[in-house]
């Protein structure tokens, strides 16, 4: 007997599926759910660039984006304008002012608007005296970023990065001087972490700090655990508004504050992922590409 679905609610998988109505899909392969509830076919996909692509980024206005292909650094377009010594780590960015920082733990920089590549964790501490109450001159209590931090992320006014302790199972997360964003006191300007810090997002309220089991928000003066799940590798947190969106262990996820907005999905996170806000056909979608791995956290 034929029956008439009005629209359907989208995708549920973790509910047991007899306890669903038939405008509830179990299974949405190749498909998405318009604004009016119905079902349309995914649009393909055309192939913009062959090679060994290990990572990319866009600038926050869309202008330049740029690759790390192999041990070069490229434009969207495809010309070279640097190379790096570690093809093999994962390499992460962030924006300041129309600059583009990167950094992966041996290789880092900063490329102008004219693409051209400066230093920037290699910078050296050159003329700087610091002087006692009396007027004595003190050593140097600022330095560079060790080699070996990895994460990066701008928050007000200062640089963040992330240095992983196998060891002791925790992240020490550095932050530079006020506009000092190659200076930084090693003695003093730290936040520690239990697990490995994957993800550093920016917020208005808070730098969200996305570790491998579960996921923080620092205010600049405390640190407050919002999921007890975490995050996976890769560049997938993605500015809509007035919220944060990144790719969890758990699906998808905004801060702040907290939701998980995918609680009724449950899918293989995978061992890595990059993610972006899509705006198409009068739509705004959230578009997660995983590294297939790991396992979904429910039964069905």
């Known amino acids: 007997m034929p029956m008439n ?163 002791e199972d925790q992240t020490v997360i550095w932050f530079s001087r006020p506009l000092g964003y190659h200076l930084f006191n090693l003695d003093t300007d730290f936040v520690m972490v239990q697990g490995q810090v994957l993800m550093l997002a920016p917020h208005d309220n808070a730098l969200i700090i996305g570790a491998d089991d579960a996921v923080y928000a620092y205010d600049g003066t405390s640190l407050a655990q919002i999921a007890d799940y975490g995050v996976v590798p890769g560049q997938h947190w993605s500015s809509d508004e007035s919220r944060v969106l990144f790719w969890s262990r758990r699906g998808l996820c905004a801060a702040l504050p907290f939701q998980n907005l995918t609680e009724q999905v449950s899918v293989a996170p995978g061992v890595r992922a990059g993610g972006c806000v899509v705006r198409a056909g009068g739509q705004r979608r959230y578009l997660s590409v995983i590294q297939q791995g790991d396992s979904p956290f429910n039964a069905y």
Not at 54 to 71: D, F, K, M, Q, V
Not at 120 to 126: A, G, I, Q, V, Y
């Open 5 to 167: 679905v009005a629209s359907f609610k989208g995708l549920n998988n973790v509910t047991d599926p007899m306890r669903l109505g038939m405008d509830t899909l179990v299974q949405a392969d190749n498909v998405n759910i318009t604004d009016t509830g119905a079902i349309t076919k995914r649009k393909g996909y055309t192939l913009h660039t062959a090679g060994n692509v290990a990572s990319a980024y866009s600038t926050l206005n869309y202008s330049r984006a740029y690759l790390i292909e192999g041990n070069t650094i490229k434009t969207i377009g495809g010309v070279q304008i640097g190379s790096i010594l570690d093809a093999s780590s994962e390499m992460y960015w962030c924006e300041v002012n129309d600059d583009v920082y990167f950094n992966n733990g041996i290789d880092s920089g900063i490329i102008k608007p004219d693409h051209e590549i400066l230093p920037w964790r290699e910078s050296t501490l050159t003329d700087l005296k610091f002087l006692d109450a009396a007027g004595n001159e003190l050593d140097s209590l600022l330095a560079t970023l060790p080699v070996g931090t990895d994460v990066i992320q701008h928050w007000k006014g200062r640089m963040y990065a992330c240095q992983y302790m196998a060891s």
